[in-house]
């Protein structure tokens, strides 16, 4: 069973827009991740936030946890063309146990 | 090794017959995940590892499926009288219990049931 939902389900932008994709969960969890899918095959883990954590950066990435609403989003700035891939949210309810996977987004970027 | 090696990369079998898909984890990987991901959909998970013992399996569609991980290390997913429902890719991924940190993931073998 899939625990979270993506929206948008496909996004298409230009190169250098920013692209937001949202996630939302149905249960408490304990640590929220994203994940890079390119062709269908392994995924690239991308960035950790923790239940105690609002915002987190990475490079180009930033995310934000709302435990109150059950959602995050993942914002990408400044888009290249190699950013093109499907994104996934994953939650854990406790430290070091499953992550369940969220439905994904098909992110497509044009040069 | 560096990665996580996944074997063999694509398989296809025909309905009925019996198959085991391999992972290989990155070295001192105490957790080790199996996950199935169909067309179009996010993984699903099947069972954790943690060392040698299976710390939950409640993923396993049914009794058809069966993991083994006999040193800690490498693992096969078993799967027997394959059905055609069960072609999907299926996903290896490790990680250190040391600390929380995320997934590395293998390339995942596609399987195919004719």
């Known amino acids: 069973s899939q625990q979270g939902e993506e929206d948008p389900q496909a996004l298409s932008i230009q190169e250098g827009e920013n692209a937001t994709m949202n996630c939302s969960y149905k249960?408490?969890?304990?640590?929220l991740q994203w994940y890079r899918q390119n062709s269908g095959r392994g995924l690239v883990h991308l960035i950790l936030i923790r239940s105690n954590e609002r915002e987190k950066h990475s490079g180009r990435l930033r995310v934000t946890l709302d435990t109150s609403k059950k959602s995050s989003s993942l914002l990408i700035t400044a888009s290249r063309a190699a950013d093109t891939a499907s994104y996934f949210c994953?939650?854990?309810?406790?430290?070091?146990?499953?992550?369940?996977f969220g439905t994904g987004t098909r992110l497509l970027v044009s040069p | 090794g560096a990665g996580v090696s996944q074997t063999p990369s694509n398989k296809v079998t025909e309905k009925g017959k019996y198959v085991e898909l391999r992972c290989d984890p990155i070295s001192g990987h105490t957790a080790l995940y199996w996950y199935r991901q169909s067309l179009g959909q996010g993984p699903e998970f099947l069972i954790y590892f943690q060392g040698t013992g299976a710390a939950d399996d409640s993923g396993l569609p049914n009794d058809r499926f069966f993991a083994v991980r006999p040193e800690g290390s490498v693992s096969t997913l078993k799967i027997q009288r394959t059905e055609r429902g069960d072609s999907a890719v299926y996903l290896c991924?490790?990680?250190?219990?040391?600390?929380?940190?995320?997934?590395?993931f293998g390339s995942g073998t596609r399987l195919t049931v004719v």
């Open positions: 249960t408490s969890i304990n640590n």
């Open positions: 991924a490790s990680s250190p219990l040391t600390r929380l940190y995320g997934y590395t």
């Open positions: 994953a939650t854990g309810n406790t430290g070091f146990q499953k992550l369940v």
